[in-house]
Structure formats: structure tokens, C-alpha cells
């Protein structure tokens, strides 16, 4: 018997049992159904995740002052002279409040070298104007939504100057409040949302700037750039032989590393989360499948005693979850494709202090992921129905003729 004649007979054989059929359809598709939905989503965000923290510099490492101890001038030409290390500047960092668009909004202050910035940052990129320099003080690079509002509206421009409120907490833990006035000599260009720094948030300034406005004389830490990504663990290495647990260091390869391994293990867990609906699916499938071969014991016996051999009829009743398992991973893999895209249409929103970035990522719908779903499913189709097929095999041709 060919193929073609098993696919025709397990096709009329469901469609004279449409309900359960479809039930059982509908029962398979819930696997297919979730694991895109979930998986294409989890993935699509996480590498939303890694190349928003590659984007900000895979070359660049961050040297974060310690507890008890402060960089200085000499720290800085000391990481400096470092073999990798082609360029190095402080900064510090800070939040305040200004007016757009009529409403008081948090943002971003970043006291920093903006030409290592954009050096570090390739992805960065002016829209319009010159970024300061280093020894412009009182002048500021801003980003794409301070400068324009939510509806595209212009609220600031070069030569506009940007009154910022920021607070700090004084001697004896009392809350003072400052204000830092710098001129907008550039914009950046639209940058998106970010999963660390948000550049559309972030007002970038000289970092003697915010030392002389502020009346702050220590650094946050140093910006370190690195000769080639492949030189940054070495690097790392060597700073943290040099100052022990003095400091914090950080490069953003190593954030995405571990950013990787988090997303890795989560894709496992939704793996092995969305396998309890196929097994659900399996039992449903054999279930059905027991009473449908009940159902038909007299005509089993009929097909064999006109010749059908015991391994056709196993084949058979094994067509019948296949056929069903395809149905099923079409229907579940469309409704998928549509939740992925729906769900992901609700966006994530990471907060930082006290202020909240919403990213939308668009689901990873990989070929790879409908391949592994297929065949699961197929599986499911060929596990649930192994056991009735088996036992129709079974069959005595004599006793399936005379069953009522």
C-alpha cells in the first residue's frame, strides 16, 4: 500500500469523525500555540537585550570608584598606560528634572568627554550641531527626547540653554537642590530605547561642567577604550590585579556574556515548560485514538482478511495521529505566529532610578524554531498513536469479524 492510500484512508477516517477530530486537533495545537508564542518572544527580546548592551561599546570598559576608594589624576593616566588600553576619560553621572513639552521629566546627566563618547559608541550619532569639547564648559549634548517631545514637537535646539534641577544630598543627609544651566551646542540623532543607558534621556556635558556647577570634586570612574574587543577580558584582568577590590569593573562584552547565559537559561525553562501541553496532547491523541480503533475492530478485521498484513494496519492507525499532528502544527504555528506579535506589541519596560524605558523588540521567528516545533508535534501524533496502533495490530482477524 503507498503512501498517498494511507494519507487518503487516515483523512476519511477523521472526517467521518469530525468532532473528536477536531477536539483532539485542536488539543495538539495548544503545544505548537505556545511554544512560539513564548519562545519567539523571549528570544526576540533577549537579543534586543545583548545588541542594545554590544551597541554601547564592545571595546569600552568602565572603572567605577570603590567604597573606600576614589579615582584620581594618577589612576587615570595609570589605566592609561595600560597595552590595549588606546584612550581613557573620567565622568560622572547623575539625574535631574527639566521642562518638555510642558511637563517636569527625569533625565539623564552625564559629565563626559563627548568625543569619547562617540569614539566608544559607534552607534551614536549627531543629528545636528558640534559636540563640546572637553574644555567647552557650560555646554551640553542632548539627546533626541529632550530635545523633541513625544509628539516630534522641538523643545530645544543648539543655542537654546537647558535648565536642569537637580538634587543632591548634603551634609548631615539634608536634601539640596541645585541648578545646572548649560547651553545645547548638538542633538543626537534618535538612538531608541536601550537596555542600560538611554541615550534619547541623557543630557552629556564636560565633566568639569558638573564639578564647577555642582561643586563636585570626585569621579563616578573612568571610561576605558580598548584597542580591539578581543584585548577587553585582558584588560579587565589586569586592572583588577592592580587595585584588588578597590574598584568595580565592567565591560559591556562581559554584561552581554552574562545577559546571553540568563536568556539561554530561560529559553530551556519556557522549553521545558511548554512540553507539558504536547504531553497533555499525547494523552489526548491516544485517548482518542484507543476509541477510535474500538469503534472500528469489525472493520480492522474486515482489512485484514482481505489481505492487509499486521505491520499495514500499524501504519495506518500511526497516519492518523500524523495527519492530525500536521493539521494541528499548522493551525498552532499561525495562532503563534500571531501571539508572538500581538504579545510583543506590549512592550518592556526597564526601570533606572527614577526613570522607566520601554523597549518593543520584534519576536524571533527562526526557522530553526518551526522545525523543532514540527517535529515535536509530528512526535506527539506518532507517540500518542503507537499504542492503539499496536493493539489493532493485534487484532485476530476471526475475532474482529464477529465483534458487536
Known sequence: MRLT??????????????LRAALTIIGIAIGPLALITITSVTSGYGNYIIQSILGLGQNMIVVMSGQNYKLTQDDLELLRSIEGVVDAT???STQGEITIGGERKTVFIYGVDSSF??????SLQVKEGSPPLETDIGKAMIGYSIAFDSSGNRQYGPGDVVSITVYQIGERGKLQTKRLNVAVTAVLDKYGGAAFLNPDQTIFTPIETIQKMLGIKDWAGILLLAEDPSQVDLITSKIRDIYGGNVDVISFLALARIAMSIINTVDFITFAATLSAFAVAIAGTASTMITSVIERTREIGVMKALGFKDWQVLLLIIMEGVVMSIIGVVIGSALGVLGAHLLSKYGLTITGGAVSVRIEASPDLS???FLRTTILTIFVGVAGASFPAHRAMKIPPAVALRYE
Open 5 to 18: 492510500d494511507m494519507v487518503r484512508l487516515s483523512t476519511r477516517s477523521l472526517s467521518e469523525r469530525k
Open 90 to 92: 573620567p565622568f560622572y
Open 117 to 122: 563618547l562617540l569614539k566608544a559608541i559607534v
Open 367 to 369: 526557522p530553526m524554531l
